[in-house]
DNA sequence: GCAATAGTGTCTTTGAGACAGTATTGA
DNA sequence: TCAATACTGTCTCAAAGACACTATTGC
């Protein structure tokens, strides 16, 4: 039966987001290959049958391979499919979003694949395939659950303040957080923990409490994103 | 490239959920075909390139060859992929959840494939492939959605009461609603409209009020599911 | 002390649930 | 008139936001 029909391509593309200057960015790369060779678009790529035991683990894969980044956060988006969104033919497209401290980009190896290249969330420039309807559903996403999760801890660094964490939140969801009913909210989740006698100094002000994810919540590989606060 | 990995097979599923005596059921067949030939599972098939334009047109379609039920509502769901999940290699489902009427099933003309089966979500039979969770998914996000927006007014004939259509929201949710902030909620997301001069007699109590979904929630054919009250 | 930001106590407002009342039918 | 359910007005309670106050730093 599977004969009846022509070969259908199957792909995973990850939309990976981080905060830089207090705005949502998307990380693009040329493409090494036809179609749209040297285009800016998603890095993305093959599904391997026979390493990838699901979507995630390929979108994972796919990441690392083409920009050497791990990122603590990956969960499936969904799957754009259709005749006419890519110019081979018929395609899948399984999209994942992933989320990524910017601070941690400092530590990232060289690599494998083109220069990875940030771009603003509300300015893309034109790409290729349906690459941008993808990244408008993933940041949707991601404002939509930051509205009742604590998503945003993972744009965050390893050690933060509860006004930088704050201001991660306002940055996601575009409008300025109430402190009170924020601080009440981040407790009751209960995914991050003060680092006792741990301050943040500099300012010329009273130094804030910096705080880290609860041991729970940390992730050196991808999770689903499912049922973990996310 | 395409040719360096083996064919990945592409296939739809759909999750068709009713309710029956006040409980959740899915819809599900005996399969025509190797693997599993003759064993129940959901409806599901390959997607055909040459006439499907996108994953739920693919999905709506072998609902209807299979079951000949067209569904007012069709959302996709997730894509369940990997290695072991089909015996004959590694495979992509596009999951796709679907709501019906119980009362619309008796229009539904002579089905090509297999009799349709109603099983209750609460008491599944042993299912092949990974549908188990496939239908755990799915009825996860129709309670999920059920809890803020009016997906199911989707389980409901075409007019109805709100005494009805509470006792729809609760048997979806297990659990009672409060009977004035339901009605305060359902006036608010503004989907349905009362039939002018229009009860539902028959008891012998003061008649209720019959209702519709106003006509920009009205599909006869499918839709994305996001951004229309669902 | 002063400016600046961190952190907290509490009042107000808003929305959800509880409860009890009125409305309308058949018997 | 009574039982039964539809519908509605209003009180109570809990969560969220507003505001103001205290705390701690560098200068």
Redesign the pocket.
């Known amino acids: 039966m599977s004969a009846d029909h022509p070969t259908i391509l199957c792909t995973v593309d990850v939309v990976l987001l981080t905060l830089i200057d207090g705005a949502l960015h998307v990380l693009l790369q040329k493409r090494a290959a036809d179609p749209f060779s040297g285009v800016l678009a998603l890095p993305g790529g093959y599904v391997h049958a026979q390493e990838d035991r699901d979507a995630a683990d390929a979108a994972a894969r796919v990441l690392r391979e083409k920009t050497g980044i791990v990122s603590p956060y990956l969960e499936q988006l969904a799957c754009f499919a259709g005749p006419g969104r890519d110019p081979r033919g018929w395609s899948v497209s399984i999209a994942h979003v992933a989320l990524v401290a910017e601070e941690a980009l400092r530590a990232v190896p060289a690599a494998a694949g083109a220069e990875p290249q940030w771009k603003p969330v509300a300015r893309l420039p034109v790409l290729p395939f349906d690459h941008r309807q993808i990244v408008a559903r993933a940041v949707e996403r991601v404002r939509t659950k930051s509205q009742y999760s604590s998503l945003p801890v993972y744009l965050c660094g390893e050690r933060f ?4 964490l704050q201001a991660v939140y306002e940055a996601v969801l575009g409008e ?10 981040i407790d ?1 989740l209960g995914v991050v923990e003060p680092i006792e006698g741990e ?11 910096l705080y880290r994810l609860r041991r729970a919540f940390r992730h050196a590989l991808s999770v689903s994103g499912r049922g973990l606060g996310g």
């Not at 303040?161 to 930088?164: A, E, F, K, M, S």
């Not at 301050?199 to 409490?209: I, S, T, V, Y």
């Open positions: 303040t509860l006004p930088q300025p957080v109430n402190k009170v009913s924020f601080r009440r909210k009751e301050f943040e100094a500099g300012g010329a002000h009273r130094p804030a409490q």
